[in-house]
Nanobody, 125 residues
Framework: VQLQASGGGLVQAGGSLRLSCAAS????????TGWFRQAPGKERDFVAT????????YYADSVKGRFTISRDKGKNTLLLQMNSLKPEDTAVYYC???????????????????WGQGTQVTVSS
């Protein structure tokens, strides 16, 4: 599965952005899919994930109440709506998919076997 992330950009604090991740195959809809982010000099951190069955969602504490992860199954697309953005949200955002990811693993980048190329999000103060 190939993933293509888009939608990043420069926004002022308090603003919004919506990230998209387009998948090359319909099987994407059967995987656990999520978003991670990586700031300069830091590790790649979990942001949010959505499960294939029932669409249960999980979020990092730092983004709860501000970010919403969802899927457009008809378009094989993963979305991340980001509101009330803060300067500390600045990072490269990566979409990911895991064909065998289980609940206890969702927080770890190593549990996902497909990755998009990343899209830069910059939030100015």
């Amino acid at each position: 599965v190939q993933l293509q992330a888009s939608g990043g950009g420069l926004v002022q604090a308090g603003g919004s952005l919506r990230l998209s991740c387009a998948a090359s195959e319909r099987t994407f809809n059967n995987y656990v899919t999520g978003w991670f982010r990586q700031a300069p000099g830091k590790e790649r951190d979990f942001v949010a994930t959505i499960f294939r069955n029932g669409g249960r969602t999980y979020y990092a504490d730092s983004v709860k109440g501000r970010f919403t992860i969802s899927r457009d199954k008809g378009k094989n697309t993963l979305l991340l709506q980001m509101n009330s953005l803060k300067p500390e949200d600045t990072a490269v955002y990566y979409c990911a998919a895991g064909s065998g990811t289980i609940l206890s693993q969702i927080w770890y980048a190593s549990a996902y076997n497909y990755w998009g190329q990343g899209t830069q999000v910059t939030v100015s103060s």
